[in-house]
């Protein structure tokens, strides 16, 4: 048992294992070829984000403005903390397409709460929060308990939690929340919306637990071998549960935002939000295989999608060439992630 303990931080690891559970490729660990692939993958969505910038400003002038790069911000916080959920399940080796749907019935909830049913607003957050943890841990349980596909599950959690949004709110559309609730995303300081500050508070912890902590370790070894990491003593059912509740937390805090800026609610709100954190995530180099993940090339690819969204509409391109667009970058990650991955494996065997 002494060799399996390096993703329990209680000692060193020795040979396959601690390849296994250690989290290698993110960190360029691996030999001289790790190194450089890993510095690529980390820094290429950076560069890709300035070229986007570089090109747009030469495009249209108006894109190179402080108002616009204000829009962009503000218009993507929840979008950075639903891929920071997901990223956490996409790298401990799972999936979840449920979240645009989770969005939809936790957003439902809270707004017919405060609309409809009287809640005061501290109330409404909180069954909104934890109406987002339950979802998530509902999906950890049939993922673990089933032993099947997480995408085959989260697919089909999607449909019910959007039935479900759909039978509550009966397709209607709830508006004018407390001025307190839309503070949330209208009240400002030092210039920017209280929701800009959320999203680093948010980043900043989850970096934290990610590189500096056991749980960051134990994430990545769960998505590299979950074997090894059961073997070490790790309890891997429970804690793909606790990684699935996370997600949903996330997801519960990014629809408090995304209801807040929108100062309305509808059950077609929030389905389609998981393919672009999902892209963001992939495009950010998180491995869609999982066992690796970088938080901010992960927020990076966020801004990537979003620059490129800002920068085609002020071009005067249609959303149907956006979609294209966006498709095409999504395999291109996906197909440079899985040519790093036959890579590595080439000169690990060699």
């Known amino acids: 048992m002494t060799d399996q303990r390096h ?7 020795t040979g396959d294992t601690a390849a296994a559970t250690a989290p290698a490729s993110p960190q360029g660990r691996g030999g001289l070829s790790g190194v450089n692939w890993g510095v690529l993958r980390k820094y290429a969505v950076v560069l890709v984000l300035l070229l986007l910038v570089l090109l747009f400003s030469l495009v249209n002038p108006q894109f190179f403005s402080g108002r616009n790069f204000y829009n962009i911000v503000t218009q993507n916080t929840y979008f950075i903390i639903v891929a920071i959920g997901l990223a956490f399940v996409l790298i401990s080796g799972g999936i979840d397409l449920s979240v645009g749907y989770q969005m939809s019935l936790v957003g ?12 005061p607003v501290w109330l409404a957050l909180i069954v909104g929060l934890a109406l987002g943890t339950f979802l998530g841990l509902l999906n950890g349980v049939i993922v673990t308990r089933l032993r099947t596909f997480p995408l085959i599950v989260t697919l089909a959690t999607s449909v019910v939690f959007q039935g479900v949004s759909y039978m509550i709110s009966k397709a209607g559309t709830y508006r004018s929340y407390p001025q307190s609730f839309q503070d949330i995303t209208k009240l400002r300081l030092l210039g920017l919306p209280l929701d800009v500050y959320l999203t680093v508070v948010i980043i900043i912890i989850v970096s934290v637990i990610f590189y500096q902590t056991k749980i960051g370790t134990r994430v ?13 003593g790790i309890n891997t059912k ?39 954190a999902l892209t963001a995530a992939i495009v950010g180099g998180v491995s869609f295989l999982g066992g690796e993940g970088n938080i901010p090339a992960l927020v990076a690819g ?8 800002n920068g085609m509409q002020l ?5 149907y060439a956006q979609f294209i667009v966006r498709g095409i ?7 440079f992630d899985e040519y790093q991955k036959s890579l590595r494996l080439r000169t690990k065997h060699r």
């Open 220 to 232: 990545v070894a769960l998505g590299g071998n979950e074997e090894a990491l059961r073997l070490a």
């Open 7 to 13: 993703s329990d931080g209680q000692g060193p690891a």
């Open 108 to 119: 439902v909830i809270m707004a017919m709460g405060m609309t409809k049913w009287g809640m």
């Open 315 to 319: 071009a005067g391109w249609s959303s």
């Open 329 to 335: 970058i999504l395999l291109g990650a996906v197909a």
């Open 238 to 276: 429970r804690f793909k549960m606790l990684i699935y509740t996370t997600c949903g937390f996330f997801t519960a805090i990014a629809t408090i935002v995304m209801v807040s800026k929108a100062n309305s609610m509808q059950s077609s709100f929030g389905p389609g939000t998981e393919f672009t």
């Open 302 to 309: 966020v801004f990537v999608l979003a620059v490129l969204g």
